[in-house]
């Protein structure tokens, strides 16, 4: 935003005008306005839904794209309150914050950071037994997290075509699972981890139940006892799912039904038949992988001797040759069939995109994120993750579990997709391998991405909070990390406290002002809080201006406090806080219910996070809400220099001269820190 010189309307008027004639999206649009005007921009619009993670070809952002040319680029109330409707309430929680992945831009710069740090790794090798798996450019790398609200993330490769191979055994189950039931795939395949090499001939033996009565069983096992493979996740269990689907149509409907399917998981449907969804299909890379794929081969046999591949019900033909010594070799083909179609699978070719967004579809319990077509059941979803997460990859799958903790598989072609269940799909593609098979740079971006972020399945059972919740924007993580404990200790609430320490939450921290409980606790005069806090181990520290909590005490006359402090024989420094003019004006500030978010909106200030800001304003909070400090979002604005913040908020109508507990206006914070150019700013209006 640029600088706007004299403010002549009324945001504060403009507010109350809006809510006048609608409530539910007074704030939404308000939050869009600048200086009281009673319009904003198309562009302003679409630049604050791509900052969401939204993007422009989201076919769900269709309408209102139409609807917001046909408009022009001012848009007032009730254009805006028609135009945000043609997209139902995706961009209402877009405006405010609540989309899954609420700080996109912030998550986006991480993600950013990361994958610059491991781009510099340069190890691995290329897949070379399917000869243009050699021929692929080894330098290649790109990543792409989708959210299951459509969110998108893209870096680098992320648009490039890329073979899928082992990446399709998870699909290729849920496919299977769709048509014959979790009892039905399961028959034929187990769910154990192999701990063997991806393409072990080893089958899993396993007693057959009651519920066993397949063909395989019957007729080879007498129902005793079946050899299937480990799981669908290796090549056998994966040849195995393939050959359940569709088993009696051609090769080439299966790979339409399947590609069709996959094309499902990233938004094609029958309806938009958009056929830019519809992976495609490298022939070439199939015949190659078919030439010599001698072991793969002799695997479809093995499942068709153990019993475990379904056989076609053809009878021996009638001895048509004439000749006594030559006879017609017979290839059962149901073993052909499901090699052909397995190698055409994983010669599908898609982006890391596409995958994250076939990803996202199985962290959205089996809906497409940007389609909302139903793909898999959840039940599917349910019952192939957790195989995912113990045997997706290779012989690593055990580290991997505990270290990153996400259902993920990973292929020779590169790529490495990793689920987050009900928060997003990712896919990283860099095709050189490490010795297991998987993606080095793949697997290093997922160990650095979760060492970053509480995803990890069982990240629940600790608290660690030097990591961050990626479903929370950062203000409100650092506001949840301090905020209950300070207000707690404002109001005299031991058992909050009581209850925190359980937590093993740290009672020494402090806020944008590095204000701790201590601290409060002593301005309010809770003598009963500070004795806890000091034997709960709570040490004084200075805050933002050099004040011990020794100086709330004395400041506000708790003397008992006071000589606590004193008994513990520290060296306090005294604060300095400037106040320039203490009898000059003063503006009221605003009370707002939910404590929280006044710290949310202060840390977002402070952090000169507009984005951030822009949202809470979205949702109702009034840009001068104080908290137990009487600081304001302008105050912190001001004492960080984030020039950017200080202008979002004076044109959104937080007024210039609140005071602080000390007196202080945001342009003595201005002036104290030495934020030159935000004194110029508060001094020109
Ligand atoms: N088509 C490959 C094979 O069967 C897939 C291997 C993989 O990506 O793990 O060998």
């Known amino acids: 935003m640029k600088q706007k010189g004299n403010i002549q309307s009324n945001p504060a008027a403009l507010l109350e005008n809006l809510k006048a004639k609608s409530k539910r999206e007074a704030n939404l649009f308000f939050s869009l306005c600048e200086n009281g005007e009673n319009f904003t921009h198309s562009k302003k619009l679409i630049e604050a839904l791509n900052r969401s993670g ?240 001698y072991n793969n081969i002799a695997m479809g046999y093995l499942l068709m001797a153990t019993g475990s591949l379904p056989h076609t019900k053809s009878d021996l033909h009638k001895d048509i040759h004439p000749d006594e010594d030559e006879f017609d070799f017979y290839i059962e083909p149901a073993v052909t069939d499901a090699l052909k179609l397995y190698f055409s699978i994983c010669s599908i070719e898609m982006t890391a995109t596409d995958v994250a967004m076939a990803a996202a579809t199985l962290a959205n319990s089996g809906v497409c994120p940007i389609s909302q077509d139903r793909v898999l059941s959840q039940k599917t979803v349910r019952n192939c993750l957790p195989v995912l997460q113990t045997s997706g990859m290779y012989n690593a799958s055990g580290v991997f579990f505990q270290e990153v903790g996400l259902p993920a598989k990973s292929g020779v072609g590169g790529g490495v997709l990793l689920v987050v269940p009900q928060l997003m799909g990712i896919c990283i593609f860099s095709p050189r391998l490490d010795e297991q098979g998987n993606s080095v740079r793949g697997l290093e971006m997922a160990k650095k991405l979760t060492s970053k972020y509480l995803v990890h399945t069982f990240d629940g059972t600790m608290t660690d909070t030097s990591r961050e919740d990626p479903k929370l924007p950062i203000a409100r993580w650092l506001a949840n990390s301090c905020g209950e404990a300070i207000w707690a200790a404002s109001n005299g609430n031991i058992r909050t406290l009581e ?121 109702g909070v009034p840009v001068h809400a104080g908290d137990y400090d009487l600081r304001t979002a302008l105050h912190l604005a001001a004492a960080e220099g984030s020039l950017d913040a200080v202008e979002y908020l004076v044109s959104h109508g937080h007024p210039l001269n609140v005071r602080d507990r000390w007196g202080a206006t945001p342009l003595d914070e201005a002036k104290r820190e030495k934020r030159k150019n935000v004194v110029s700013f508060l001094t020109k209006i």
């Open 54 to 293: 939204l993007k422009s070809n989201d076919n769900r952002l269709q309408n209102l794209f139409r609807s917001l040319e046909a408009h022009g680029d001012k848009i007032v109330f009730e254009d805006f309150i028609n135009i945000i409707r043609t997209s139902g309430l995706l961009v209402e929680k877009a405006l405010r914050g609540q989309l899954v992945l609420p700080d996109f831009i912030n998550f986006s710069k991480k993600i950013d950071k990361i994958f610059d740090e491991v781009k510099t790794i340069i190890s691995g090798e290329l897949a070379s037994y399917i000869p243009p798996l050699a021929e692929v450019d080894p330098n290649q790398f790109g990543i792409a997290i989708v959210t299951t609200d459509g969110q998108v993330y893209e870096r680098g490769d992320s648009n490039k075509d890329f073979s899928i191979q082992s990446m399709c055994k998870p699909f290729n189950y849920c496919f299977a699972m769709e048509q014959l039931g979790l009892e039905g795939v399961h028959k034929h395949v187990g769910q154990e981890p192999s701990g063997r090499q991806f393409d072990d001939l080893t089958l899993l033996a396993r007693t057959v139940t009651g519920n066993y009565t397949g063909d395989f069983a019957k007729d080879n096992l007498e129902g005793r006892f079946a050899r299937v493979p480990f799981n669908p996740m290796v090549n056998a269990g994966a040849i195995m799912t393939a050959g359940l689907i569709n088993p009696n149509d051609s090769h080439t409907q299966r790979l339409r039904h399947i590609r069709q399917q996959f094309g499902r998981l990233i938004g094609w449907t029958s309806k938009n038949n958009n056929v830019s969804k519809l992976p495609r299909f490298n022939k070439n890379m199939a015949r190659q992988e078919n030439f010599k794929g």
């Open 499 to 619: 209850s925190l320490v359980s937590q093993q939450r740290d009672l020494q921290q402090g806020d944008y002002d590095i204000r701790t409980p201590l601290h409060l606790a002593s301005a309010e005069g809770q003598l009963e809080v500070v004795k806890f806090l000091l034997n709960q181990g709570v040490k004084p520290i200075p805050d933002r201006w050099g004040g011990y909590p020794i100086s709330d005490a004395r400041n506000n006359k708790h003397h008992k406090i006071v000589d606590l402090f004193n008994e513990l024989k520290i060296d306090y420094t005294e604060p300095f806080h400037l106040v320039e003019n203490p009898k000059g004006k003063t503006d009221k500030m605003a009370h707002f219910e939910d404590e929280l978010m006044v710290i949310e909106l202060l840390f977002a200030a402070s952090k000169n996070n507009v984005d951030n800001i822009r949202h809470l304003v979205a949702q």
